[in-house]
């Protein structure tokens, strides 16, 4: 997918099943308040619903690779954009690290430097969401 990409990592003080876990069967404790329906499956849909910035929204996607615990592949489409060729591809990358995990994410498909940049921005603070709950 063309763009710019966003990249964020983050060390995690939990094992890679428990961070695999918080990103699959905990979503919507670490994805910004959004409900996130998938069975993490590849192939199967992935839907994020709920507000933001005081707007209803729902953001589809499909799980393309999942091989737990160290790599999950999503497509993200946002709102009216869910045509084919508008769409995001997300990317977890777990790799352990004594009794650690280091969780790297990136995603494609950003317009300009400076969207790439708002990107990165968020998805810190959904590793930190992450971290927080993987850590508890």
Do not use: C
């Not at 003080?13 to 069967?25: F, G, L, Q």
């Amino acid at each position: 997918m063309p763009g710019f990409i966003a990249r964020a990592d983050i060390e995690v003080d939990a094992s890679p099943e428990k961070v695999w876990d918080t990103i699959t069967k905990h979503a919507s404790e670490v994805n910004f308040g959004a409900t996130v329906d998938s069975d993490w499956k590849a192939g199967s849909p992935v839907v994020w619903h709920g507000e933001w910035e005081g707007k209803s929204f729902e953001d589809r996607g499909e799980v393309i690779e999942a091989i737990a615990p160290h790599r999950l592949v999503l497509t993200h489409s946002s709102g009216s954009s869910h045509a084919k060729g508008s769409e995001h591809r997300l990317t977890y990358e777990l790799a352990g690290r004594g009794a650690g995990t280091h969780l790297e994410f990136w995603q494609d498909g950003n317009a300009t430097p400076t969207a790439a940049g708002e990107s990165e921005s968020n998805w810190r603070k959904h590793l930190a969401a992450i971290k927080e709950r993987a850590e508890a």
